[in-house]
């Protein structure tokens, strides 16, 4: 398996999909098996590529730029040409680690969580499909391939999230998932479209080569950078998108780990890395990405601290870890935002899986009818609570690193940075609170904390490893640990090589952001373990505030509104036109005249025989004096 | 004018006659007279065209076998009298299209060119050579008129043949 | 094989022809009761066997193949009455009539 063969990665899972969903109801449990096996082999594949990799790095250094391995697809000649093929190079290296052992970890889990639900071999066939869109859309080297799983992944979530359709709420969530990342894709589709005709190629490279030699309009490029943008906050949630992400918390919990650490979201901030370039050409276009970021990371800090729903929390904690991706992004360092992409994946699964283990023990995701957990699931409560602190920050876990790199990389832009570290003791606050509120402290409701107990062991083992990795990938950072695994010259190298950047640290910074984190975790300390009565007050005291974090900034209000207003009235519009112009007269109305001309015409057939003959007779004459006159 | 040529005017306004009286009498059984007294004389037109064993195969089928049967199937689907009691309502018509028929064909024969001796000298096919044509060169197209007429009278026993329960049908 | 003369020119016999087709269409498109009409569809075929033994005998001689046509003809139309008359046996003993006209199962 070298680089150029990494073709087969996203076929390996696309075939169980297949498999499954033709003829999973009459395999042996349903078929589940073969997902995993498939996703295993793909993980295990992945393992050779990364070896080819870091020998093609140790080999031509900072000069190699990837693999490319594409086949033609069709061809117009002179006018179009159409490829499908993978490149390999360090983002998409990161990625396929990524997608494949998380996905790897939520398939074995959802062994235990999903068993006996009612259309088991249906998740697994969905899932497995999910993963092959996400393989496919990073390993893709064109845009038309990259947007057709763009648009598979979205596809997946739709039938993922909407897994248990019989609940209304799932239903909505699923349909409020697709059509608001519908919008993003529009753009990210016109962008295509953009960039293909002023560049004629859909090669990601190709374009991207063409837009630095100046070869692509100012206007058309910004536009189009601008839209693909757009795609982007619509995958990866970012506001005014985000709304989808804390309502797809209705789908099966390992789902969520799944979208949240290693397919869905994290597609957005791929696209963006991968096609920085563009950005960095457009001016105000890392600002636009700036900007978003830290509004993103700031509204979903606030949100994640009154949300009740332990999911949600998680949730709004991935928005806020999104953002931070974004905000790298956004300052040009691909490097720091791929790091903690990489270390985000591990703990993001660990704590939805951790949240699934209390789902799946309880059967209550409310932290209010939670509590005291630990006694009994002291397995989920020391990795949850290590998933927790990494998210938090804490020194030496997988999160303090990556997202001491983003503060490191945001030093030059001084307001940017500000506003980072104001979230992070509310990251930390949140993160510890629901850490508290669910583990710590007195049942309260003992009957679900009598039931409560840990999952099988294929819930276990994911937990154990993600939790192991997530205590260890941090030190990846160190060029030592990278050199040691085979990366020449560290990570830092490796993740970007047109951007050079090894992993840096100012000492001032580590200090601030350990000290506002041990803030953050030391007032959530006092507030929901020390003085259990202080958040009722403070939400008393400041109702107006809590009810504008609690409802989400109004922003679910706001968009209902302009859909009841806007969108309902134009579709009602559109349809009685529909109706009335298009079917009734466009569509019925040929009918109905080609109907009456028949039923006029259908009384020259009278059945009578000489009245056939005379008209034969009359045929052959009328032509015979045709042909009389055209003679003469 | 000469005797061939008297005899030809004489036999063709006999087959004209003929046919008028086919289509326009208005007895039936009058009409397939008419229609006897036709064969014979496009009999008669054969013998004019040197081809005796023609007119005889004429006379002996047509006049003789076709017109008995055409007069069985008349007695047969009899209803009242022999009287054909209407012309069909389009007659006028039918004269229109029938005589703008005549005046094409008349005027196509007149206007082209036919070869063949302007005098007409024709040549007389002795019985002899006709049968071994016959039966040689043709052996395979007779064989499989023989076959049609086989069939035809196959098919038409089963059409005409009363099947178990239309007989009260038929009364 | 002897020529005779007899001074008629081929166009009589074709024009003859066309006449007795021409009043046999009549009959086909006038009468009402079928046999009739099959007695008129007689007359057609005669009028076409007129021109192949014509055509046969003035240009032809020596291949005589209009003469073996009108056997064929003559072969044809005895099969073609048989059937016919079968077939408006049986519409008689269907319908009563065998009156084309009132025939008229065709109609929309």
Known sequence: MGMSDAWVLPLLPAAAFVVLALFGPYLPRKGDWIAVLAIGAVFVLTLPIIADFTDALALQGEDFAGVANSI?????????????????????????????????????????????????????????????????????????????????????????????????????????????????????????????????????????????????????????????????????????????????????????????????????????????????????????????????????????????DIKRVIAY???????????????????????????????????????????????????????????????????????????????????????????????????????????????????????????????????AHEHAHEGPPTMAVPLVLLAVLTLVTGFVVFDQVGEAMGFPGGIGELIFLEHPHAFEFEVWVTLASIGLVALGIAGAWFAWVVRPELPAQAMARLRPAHAL??????????????????????????????????????????????????????????????????????????LALVAFSLKA | MTVAQGIFYLIAALAVAGGLGVVLARNTVYAALFLILALLAVAGIYILLASEFLALVQVLIYAGAITVLLLFALMLTRVGDLEETMVGAQWPLAVVASILLVGLLITTIATSDWPGDADGMITRIPFETLGEALFRQWAVPFEIASLVLLIALVGAIVLARDEEGDVEEAE | MEAVAQQIPLEHFLVLSAILFSIGVYGVLTRRNAVLIIMSVELMLNAASINMVAFAAYTSPAAFTGIIFAIFIITIAAAEVGLALAIILRIFRNRGTANVDEVNALKW
């Not at chain 1, 109706?579 to 040929?590: E, L």
């Open chain 1, 72 to 308: 033609q697809w069709m061809e117009v000649p002179g006018h179009l040409e159409l490829n499908f093929g993978v490149h390999v190079d360090a983002i998409t290296i990161v990625m396929l680690v990524v997608v494949s052992f998380v996905a790897l970890m939520v398939q074995v889990y959802s062994l235990g969580y999903m068993k006996g639900d009612a259309r088991y071999g249906w998740y697994y066939a969905v899932i497995s499909l999910f993963v092959a869109s996400m393989l496919a859309l990073v390993l893709a080297d064109n845009f038309l391939l990259l947007y057709f799983s763009w648009e598979l992944v979205g596809l997946c979530s739709y039938l993922l999230i909407g897994h248990y359709s019989h609940l209304r709420s799932a239903a909505e969530a699923s349909k409020k998932a697709f059509i608001t990342t519908r919008l993003g894709d529009i753009g990210l589709l016109i962008a295509i479209i953009l960039l293909w005709r002023e560049t004629g190629t859909l090669n990601i490279q190709g374009i991207i080569e063409a837009a630095q030699a100046g070869e692509v309009g100012r206007e058309i490029l910004t536009a189009s950078v601008v839209l693909l943008f757009l795609g982007a906050m619509g995958k990866s949630a970012q506001f005014p998108f985000h709304v989808w992400l804390p309502d797809a918390m209705e789908g099966p919990t390992p789902v969520s780990a799944l979208i949240h650490a290693a397919t869905m979201v994290v597609a957005g901030v791929y696209l963006v890395a991968r096609t920085l370039p563009l950005f960095e050409l457009v001016a105000g276009g890392t600002e636009l990405v700036l900007a978003v970021g830290l509004l993103t990371a700031f509204m979903s800090a606030g949100m994640g601290l009154v949300m009740t």
């Open chain 1, 317 to 447: 904690s991935t928005l806020n870890s999104l953002g931070l991706m974004f905000v790298a992004l956004g300052v040009g360092s691909p490097a720091a935002a791929m790091l903690y992409l990489f270390t985000h994946a591990f703990f993001k699964a660990l704590l939805f899986l951790g949240a699934g283990s209390v789902i799946h023990a309880t059967e209550r995701q409310e932290v209010g009818q939670l509590g005291g957990l630990w006694s009994k699931m002291p397995l989920t409560t020391i990795t949850f609570g290590i998933g927790a602190l990494s998210m938090a920050g804490l020194p030496f876990l997988a999160g303090f690193w990556a997202k001491d790199e983003i503060l490191v990389a945001l030093l030059e832009n001084k307001a940017a940075f500000a506003l980072v570290l104001v979230t992070l003791p509310l990251t930390a606050m949140y993160m510890t609170r629901v850490f508290v509120l669910t583990f710590l402290g007195e049942p309260k409701e003992p009957e």
């Open chain 1, 549 to 622: 974090l609690a409802n989400k900034f109004y922003l679910d209000d706001f968009y209902q509104a302009i859909i009841d207003r806007v969108v309902l009235t134009t579709a009602r519009m559109l349809a009685w036109f529909d109706r009335n112009i298009v079917n009734d007269t466009g569509v019925n109305g040929p009918a109905y005249t080609t109907g009456f001309v028949s039923y006029l015409m259908k009384f020259q057939q009278t059945g009578k025989l000489p009245n056939y003959a005379l008209a034969i007779v009359i045929g052959v004459v009328a």
